[in-house]
């Protein structure tokens, strides 16, 4: 077990730096990075995945690149044009809704996005269940003025998604009603979405996303939360086993971190990431090494909920 501890280039979501566990199998590496906020049950979930990605593998994959869109932090409009231009990724996906910005922070991101990467290249937004129904419709209208893609997690509820989804005609993208709910197929019956965002840390492994993916009949995204190269190649290894792959995948996150753990990052080239597993660098795991004692009691607490073959041992 090896704990990570990586700055963040941005802070994103409130947090500031980027930490979790490596576990190290016969199957290769596994990551187990779940948030802080999340409680023994939910992250058992992440521990699974990482249990699939060390002692058992993935699914053969039907492609061989993913093609995946820029993440657009909740910057100014000017970082936001930069950040889309270094990119080189055809689709960029923006943050709004932050804490502590305004509507007209949110359409200056979108309208610089938009000008970076030109009117054939497509927008999308991460709202990450941050408006009311209200808000949302009327905003979703106001920045479909730069073509939106689709709108991710616009509300934070079900019932929410379904309404905003009958009041605009941009397409609806569930994220968190799908990752942190005990039942992710409702999102189809409850008509919240037209687009499915899969994580495979947070569904329980690559398998289980794929049970996910095919059950609810939707198109799938794949998206990370965040991860080193360890956990984005459980992602490209999903969305590399999906039958369909319609949409740019969220996989290029990479760059919202200082550093890696593997030799050769799992970074885009050309708006398109390589399926493989790269290999982790003793010397970067030694740069990035953080704090052990928590994260081998969360990962513990995790595992006597998970059940099963333990990964995870008690401190020497």
């Not at 699974?48 to 995946?68: L, N």
């Not at 000017?78 to 932050?98: D, M, P, Q």
Request: proline share 7%.
């Amino acid at each position: 077990m090896r704990v990570y501890s990586i700055p963040m280039r941005t802070r994103f979501r409130g947090v500031t730096r980027r930490e979790g566990v490596l576990i190290e199998g016969p199957a290769g590496w596994g990551e187990f990075s779940p948030f802080a906020e999340y409680g023994p049950a939910e992250c058992a979930r992440w521990l699974a995945a990482a249990r699939e990605a060390a002692f058992e593998g993935w699914p053969a994959p039907v492609r061989d690149r993913i093609p995946v869109n820029a993440t657009i932090p909740a910057v100014g409009p000017e970082r936001a044009f930069a950040l889309t231009k270094e990119s080189g990724c055809r689709t960029a996906k923006v943050k709004v809704a932050e804490r502590g910005q305004s509507d007209a922070d949110d359409m200056a991101r979108v309208e610089a996005v938009r000008d970076a990467i030109g009117p054939d290249g497509r927008v999308r937004i991460d709202v990450n269940g941050g408006w009311d129904v209200d808000r949302a419709a009327r905003m979703i209208r106001a920045l479909d003025r730069w073509e939106l893609e689709y709108a991710e997690q616009p509300c934070a509820t079900l019932e929410e998604l379904a309404r905003v989804r009958r009041l605009v005609d941009v397409p609806i993208a569930a994220d968190e009603s799908i990752r942190r709910a005990e039942d992710p197929l409702k999102v189809r019956a409850a008509g919240a979405a037209d687009v499915a965002v899969l994580k495979v840390q947070p569904l329980g492994g690559v398998a289980a996303a794929l049970r996910v993916a095919e059950a609810c009949g939707l198109p799938v995204v794949v998206s990370s939360a965040v991860e080193t190269s360890v956990g984005l190649a459980a992602g490209v290894a999903l969305a590399a086993a999906l039958p369909e792959l319609r949409y740019a995948c969220g996989l290029g996150t990479l760059s919202l971190l200082e550093g890696d753990v593997a030799a050769e990052p799992l970074r885009p080239v050309a708006g398109e990431i390589k399926v493989r597993r790269p290999a982790v660098d003793a010397g970067a795991l030694d740069r990035w090494a953080g704090p052990e004692a928590a994260w081998r009691e969360r990962a513990l607490a995790a595992q006597e909920h998970l059940g099963g073959p333990a990964v995870i041992g008690a401190a020497p």
